[in-house]
Each structure stands twice: as structure tokens, then as C-alpha cells.
């Protein structure tokens, strides 16, 4: 271990032991994967060095790069450090951002987030029973994405409900879903019988009386709906 006194940048350590990375690299190296500022006694603690030394060696690289002109700079907000990108690369970052990075959802995402937005919240397999295929990948991807979340469970069967997020309301402009437009003419009324048909509801099926002979053979036929890939 470094004493106290040691040049850290130099990379010396003490005798026959193998050089290790500059204080300034290890605090460049946490800083790059922090998500919010770093205060500089964590940085002391974690790198087992004196706060006065973090604190100067910190101050160095922000007038390093300042002097540079990067492309980030070093910001002292918060109580804390933290890397940010420069001011004047703001319009080069936005448009990087908006449209080099913009992914699109798939039709069977899109569609499959329409279903959960007008029958939240809504089971996975009512949700298959809507669009007629297996949604569990779309689903998956859909939660992954941010952009759906789990609701709690349903009280007679025990299946995992799902709702649309916050993020979801953004990404569309939405101040709520009471703002979402009408629907009624894609989606079918009863989504109960929908399901029944194609046989993915199994926690309920109701059967009448004068038809029972009939509905496990109809069930049959209709099997489970069929994997959907890609989102």
C-alpha cells in the first residue's frame, strides 16, 4: 500500500509490488459509471486516500479538461463530482440522442402496449386472448423497455397484472390516460369470451349448462395461441 507521502500519479508503489493506476485514473474510472455525484469523502474511503489529496487531484482534472476543451467536463454539484457533458456540445448530444439512438417498437409491441393501455390492469394471458397470439416475449421486452410495470396480482386467480408506466405517459405527450383517444371500435367488448375461445384464460372458464357436452371439445380446437417472435 502507498504511504501517504507516495506520488500516486507516478504509479509507484512500494518495493516489488506491481505498479497500479494513477489516483487521477482510478477517479476518472468511478466517475465514469456513477449515475449521480460522488462526494469526495466516499471517493477517499473507497481509494483509501486522504480527502485533501481526492479533493485537489479532482480539482486538477477539471481544470484539465477545461483547458482541453473535451467534450465533458468535471462539475462539483450536489456535494458531490460528477462528469457532464459540456454546454456547447448540447444541440450535437440532443440530436445524437433523439434520433442516432431511437429505437422503435415492433407492430406486436405496439400492439400489445395498446391492449395493456386501455384494459390496465390487465393479465398476460388476457392480453394474448386480445391479440390472438402469445405475448409473453412482447411482454417481457415492454417491461425491460420501461414502458409497462407490474400492478399486483388478481384476486381470484393469482395472475400477475400489468399497467402502463409513467414513462409511458411521456414518451406520448400524456398528462394522464384520460387523455388517450377512444378505442372501441379495435377492441372487442367482452374480453372474457375472446379469452375463453382461444382457450389462455384457464383460471375461468364458464361453461352454460345446456352447452357442456360441447365446450371441451371447442376448447380443444381452439389450443393456445401460437409464439409470437420479435419485438
Given at each position: 500500500?502507498?504511504n501517504d507521502?507516495?506520488?500516486?500519479t507516478?504509479?509507484e508503489?512500494e518495493p516489488?509490488?506491481?505498479p497500479?493506476p494513477?489516483?487521477e485514473?482510478?477517479l476518472?474510472?468511478?466517475?465514469?459509471?456513477?449515475?449521480?455525484?460522488v462526494?469526495e469523502?466516499v471517493l477517499a474511503?473507497v481509494?483509501e486516500?486522504p480527502?485533501?489529496?481526492?479533493?485537489?487531484a479532482l480539482?486538477?482534472?477539471a481544470?484539465?479538461y477545461?483547458?482541453?476543451?473535451?467534450?465533458?467536463?468535471l462539475?462539483q454539484?450536489?456535494?458531490g463530482?460528477?462528469f457532464y457533458?459540456?454546454e456547447?456540445?448540447a444541440?450535437?448530444v440532443e440530436?445524437f440522442v433523439?434520433?442516432?439512438?431511437e429505437?422503435?417498437l415492433?407492430?406486436?409491441?405496439?400492439?400489445?402496449?395498446?391492449?395493456?393501455?386501455y384494459?390496465?390492469?390487465?393479465?398476460r394471458s388476457?392480453?394474448s386472448?386480445?391479440?390472438g397470439?402469445n405475448?409473453?416475449?412482447?411482454m417481457?421486452?415492454?417491461?425491460?423497455?420501461?414502458?409497462?410495470e407490474?400492478?399486483?396480482?388478481e384476486?381470484e386467480?393469482?395472475?400477475?397484472?400489468?399497467?402502463?408506466?409513467g414513462y409511458?405517459l411521456?414518451?406520448?405527450?400524456?398528462?394522464?390516460l384520460d387523455?388517450?383517444?377512444?378505442?372501441a371500435?379495435?377492441?372487442?367488448?367482452?374480453?372474457?369470451?375472446?379469452a375463453n375461445?382461444a382457450?389462455v384464460?384457464p383460471e375461468?372458464?364458464?361453461?352454460?349448462?345446456d352447452?357442456?357436452g360441447?365446450?371441451?371439445?371447442?376448447?380443444?380446437?381452439?389450443?393456445?395461441?401460437?409464439d409470437e417472435?420479435?419485438t
Amino acid at each position: 500500500m502507498l504511504n501517504d507521502n507516495a506520488a500516486v500519479t507516478s504509479g509507484e508503489g512500494e518495493p516489488g509490488s506491481e505498479p497500479g493506476p494513477s489516483l487521477e485514473a482510478c477517479l476518472e474510472a468511478i466517475l465514469l459509471v456513477v449515475d449521480e455525484p460522488v462526494a469526495e469523502v466516499v471517493l477517499a474511503q473507497v481509494l483509501e486516500r486522504p480527502r485533501d489529496e481526492v479533493a485537489r487531484a479532482l480539482r486538477e482534472l477539471a481544470s484539465s479538461y477545461d483547458e482541453q476543451h473535451r467534450g465533458y467536463d468535471l462539475r462539483q454539484v450536489a456535494g458531490g463530482w460528477r462528469f457532464y457533458t459540456r454546454e456547447e456540445c448540447a444541440p450535437v448530444v440532443e440530436r445524437f440522442v433523439r434520433d442516432g439512438q431511437e429505437v422503435r417498437l415492433t407492430q406486436a409491441a405496439l400492439e400489445t402496449l395498446a391492449v395493456v393501455a386501455y384494459r390496465q390492469p390487465v393479465s398476460r394471458s388476457r392480453v394474448s386472448a386480445v391479440r390472438g397470439v402469445n405475448c409473453d416475449a412482447v411482454m417481457r421486452t415492454l417491461t425491460l423497455r420501461g414502458l409497462v410495470e407490474e400492478a399486483g396480482t388478481e384476486h381470484e386467480t393469482g395472475a400477475i397484472l400489468y399497467r402502463t408506466t409513467g414513462y409511458f405517459l411521456e414518451r406520448l405527450g400524456l398528462a394522464s390516460l384520460d387523455e388517450l383517444p377512444e378505442l372501441a371500435p379495435f377492441l372487442p367488448d367482452q374480453i372474457e369470451d375472446v379469452a375463453n375461445q382461444a382457450g389462455v384464460v384457464p383460471e375461468r372458464i364458464e361453461v352454460p349448462a345446456d352447452q357442456a357436452g360441447e365446450a371441451p371439445e371447442q376448447i380443444e380446437e381452439a389450443g393456445e395461441p401460437r409464439d409470437e417472435q420479435g419485438t
